[in-house]
């Protein structure tokens, strides 16, 4: 069975940094595409970041790029989210995605993936 775990979330300042790391469990994050999505209150869910299996492109929103940071260590199952310089508008709910299939191509739509985590909290004060 696939598990997803995120942690990591919490309150910061504008300006400031955090560190999301996602636990998976039931297969290895080396075989599939991950990504990593957000949820703002009364919004849609977006992509934010993905990960291929192998050494390669990363991917990330037009709104992340350059401020966020996509990385895995295999060794450990964990997918993490480096998020810098962080905005207001960068408060949501932040979850850990994994595909079927080790393909990204690119961030991708939430129905491209299969399994989820329970979501970790962001909020950034101005």
């Known amino acids: 069975q696939v598990q997803l775990v995120e942690s990591g979330g919490g309150a910061v300042q504008a300006g400031g940094s955090l560190r999301l790391s996602c636990a998976a469990s039931?297969?290895?994050?080396?075989?599939?595409?991950m990504g990593w999505f957000r949820q703002a209150s009364g919004k849609e869910r977006e992509g934010v970041a993905a990960?291929?299996?192998?050494?390669?492109?990363?991917y990330y929103s037009d709104t992340v790029k350059g401020r966020f940071t996509i990385s895995k260590d295999n060794a450990k199952n964990t997918v993490y989210l480096q998020m810098d310089s962080l905005k207001p508008e960068d408060t949501a709910m932040y979850f850990c995605?994994?595909?079927?299939?080790?393909?990204?191509?690119?961030?991708?739509?939430?129905?491209?993936?299969?399994?989820w985590g329970q979501g970790t909290q962001v909020t950034v004060s101005s």
């Open positions: 995605a994994a595909k079927r299939a080790s393909f990204c191509g690119g961030v991708g739509e939430e129905y491209d993936y299969s399994y």
């Open positions: 039931g297969y290895t994050p080396s075989d599939r595409c």
């Open positions: 990960i291929p299996p192998s050494l390669g492109a990363t």
